[in-house]
């Protein structure tokens, strides 16, 4: 996860930067890590999508839409996604609380990831899946502004909740839906 968010991060930076010798160097080595290192969940890979959206090289076509198959194959009737059954193909993954995760229900985070992802591949507001993600996110925000996230892992802080709203917040934004008109109070 840390090593897909970096390649992002790269991804996006100036020629400034992305050209200097040092970074010629690292993004060949995050390259070289990134595809020679298998992802072991349904959501490492979907982070391997979002970096090969912003570098160059680390999905093959073919690879990007695989991952994109299994993306839509995992959308709830819903119409969102979640993070549980994100990870629920990760053998080592087990919560820290011993409770079963929560693969049947629909989160911000799962559901904002899926809209940037496919909002980055040229999916359009018109497509139904794209329409049925939007309306879960814009009818499950919480009277407080935020987007209740349960943790993956386990339930005892807020963090995951925070990190939901972040990617609900990009995920509408990806598809202009920020707007006075259209933003849930």
């Excluded at 391997?48 to 991952?67: A, C, E, F, P, R």
């Excluded at 990760?90 to 989160?107: A, G, I, T």
């Amino acid at each position: 996860y840390g090593v897909t968010l970096a390649a992002i991060a790269v991804g996006t930076a100036s020629d400034a930067y992305t050209l200097s010798p040092q970074a010629i160097e690292g993004i060949r080595r995050l390259r070289l890590y990134l595809q020679k290192t298998a992802a072991p969940s349904i959501h490492h890979r979907l982070m391997m999508l979002w970096t090969s959206l912003h570098l160059n090289g680390v999905l093959s076509v073919d690879q990007q839409n695989k991952i994109i198959e299994e993306l839509f194959a995992s959308q709830r009737s819903d119409g969102g996604w979640s993070t549980a059954q994100f990870l629920v193909d990760w053998n080592e993954f087990k919560r820290k609380d011993n409770l079963e995760p929560e693969v049947l229900k629909s989160d911000a985070y799962a559901t904002g990831l899926g809209l940037i992802l496919l909002r980055g591949l040229g999916y359009q507001q018109n497509d139904p899946r794209i329409q049925s993600a939007i309306r879960w996110l814009e009818t499950h925000q919480d009277d407080d502004g935020k987007w209740f996230t349960p943790s993956p892992s386990k339930d005892s802080k807020q963090y995951f909740t925070n990190m939901g709203t972040a990617f609900a917040i990009l995920g509408l934004d990806a598809y202009e839906r920020l707007n006075s008109s259209s933003q849930t109070e």
